[in-house]
């Protein structure tokens, strides 16, 4: 005997049809380039009372409004918005790691309705004296964004 569907549970066939649409739109990228900000980052105990001036550069791929010449700002993913999230991040508070920011950073992109995937390097400027800079670039998907919500295991902290 067959039940019926929970309203908001797809059928195996819509899942399928919804993937093959997303594997076949269009997409743009959404690029932002050498945004420093100050951040209080890093495992020495001396770096968790300072900032310190950390670039963030992300690439976001996501998929085109239904009508790119309708030049419609609310059908548009905000490359200022995503920055302006970033910023409440670094001033959120005390973090460790380079890594647990750019994770953040790319979680919060592909939380926005028409991402699909982001690239993010997250680079401190004043960690190493002999190098301009040192940090990590990580990729992410949106395939892989909803299996790793639950499973966040980093959280920034705020400093009393």
């Known amino acids: 005997m067959r039940t019926a569907r929970h309203r908001n549970e797809a059928s195996p066939a ?5 993937a093959d649409a997303r594997a076949t739109a269009s997409t743009y990228r959404i690029i932002v380039r050498d945004l420093v900000l100050p951040w209080r980052i890093g495992v020495r105990r ?3 009372d ?3 001036r950390v670039r963030i550069n992300l690439d976001l ?6 009508d790119p010449t309708a030049d419609n700002y609310h059908d548009v993913t905000c490359y200022e918005r995503i920055i302006e999230r970033i910023r409440q991040m670094a001033a ?4 460790k ?18 991402a699909e995937e982001v690239t993010v390097r997250v680079e401190k400027l004043e960690a190493i004296h002999d190098a301009a800079s040192v ?4 990729k992410r998907f949106r395939r892989d964004s909803a299996k790793d919500a639950p499973q966040n295991r980093f959280r920034i902290t705020e400093k009393s």
């Open 14 to 18: 819509a899942v399928v049809e919804d």
């Open 46 to 48: 001396h770096e968790e």
């Open 50 to 52: 300072r900032r310190q």
């Open 61 to 66: 791929v996501v998929r085109e409004q239904v």
């Open 92 to 95: 959120a508070g005390h973090v």
């Open 97 to 114: 790691l380079a890594e647990t920011v750019a994770h953040k950073i790319a979680m919060m992109c592909l939380s926005e309705p028409y």
């Open 135 to 138: 940090g990590v670039e990580i």
